[in-house]
């Protein structure tokens, strides 16, 4: 069964201090990984599609790497506007359908 | 260009009512999904239009749950005889096609009493 799994569940950062989050999954052939932001009351907010092991996207001082077990989404320098839930999903290449499994998130708060 | 419209934003019903979300995907995207997200969990999948059909309906927690997208465009959730533990987040997100990133709604928060 296609599952993900998010760690840590809720992280405080100082303003500047970098730091990584962990999305490790198993899926019966991975067509994608995929990681989003959500603000409290939003609907999540696409941030990174990730394909295959040693694929690298950037966006701002957001990093998001893959391996064939994990993924991490490595903070760089964080401001007190990052804090949000950062959601990690994969979708798997079960015929017929591209739902997302999504894990349970970490919580982010970046103190100014 | 719009994104992904939730109407209503938040919905309050008692127990054992009738309720209907409805979701207004981005213009083109012939791909949508209904998702249901508890508090401090990750959004749970529900259903997959691809098109008019649903392509994809095992997420549908039971017989109470029904979801139609007649022209392919606007879909609508229903949930009958409605139980407090229908009390969630319901989020839906459209796609260009199956496979490409999902583009998510602000969702409608439903309340069972």
């Known amino acids: 069964e296609d599952q993900v799994t998010q760690s840590p569940e809720a992280l405080r950062l100082q303003e500047g201090e970098s730091s990584s989050l962990n999305c490790s999954y198993t899926?019966?052939?991975?067509?994608?990984l995929f990681w989003y932001r959500q603000d409290p009351g939003k609907g999540p907010e696409f941030l990174f599609t990730l394909y295959s092991a040693g694929e690298e996207k950037e966006k701002e001082r957001l990093k998001a790497t893959l391996t064939k077990k994990e993924s991490f989404l490595h903070i760089t320098a964080p401001k007190p506007e990052d804090s949000a839930t950062y959601l990690c999903?994969?979708?798997?290449?079960?015929?017929?359908?591209?739902?997302?499994?999504f894990g349970t998130g970490t919580r982010l708060k970046v103190l100014a | 260009g719009a994104g992904v419209s939730q109407t209503p934003s938040n919905k309050v019903t008692e127990k054992g009512k009738y309720v209907e979300l409805r979701c207004d995907p981005i213009?083109?995207?012939?791909?949508l999904y209904w998702y249901r997200q508890s508090l401090g969990q990750g959004p749970e999948f529900l259903i997959y239009?691809?098109?008019?059909?649903?392509?994809?309906d095992s997420g549908l927690p039971n017989d109470r749950f029904f979801a139609v997208r007649p022209e392919g465009s606007v879909s609508t959730l229903k949930i009958q005889r409605t139980e407090r533990g229908d009390s969630a987040v319901y989020l839906c997100?459209?796609?260009?096609?199956?496979?490409?990133?999902?583009?998510f709604g602000p969702g409608t928060r439903l309340t069972v009493l």
């Open positions: 899926v019966s052939g991975l067509r994608g």
């Open positions: 213009s083109g995207h012939t791909a």
């Open positions: 239009f691809q098109g008019t059909g649903a392509a994809d």
């Open positions: 999903a994969v979708q798997g290449h079960t015929s017929g359908t591209y739902k997302y499994i």
């Open positions: 997100a459209s796609s260009l096609n199956g496979g490409y990133e999902q583009f």
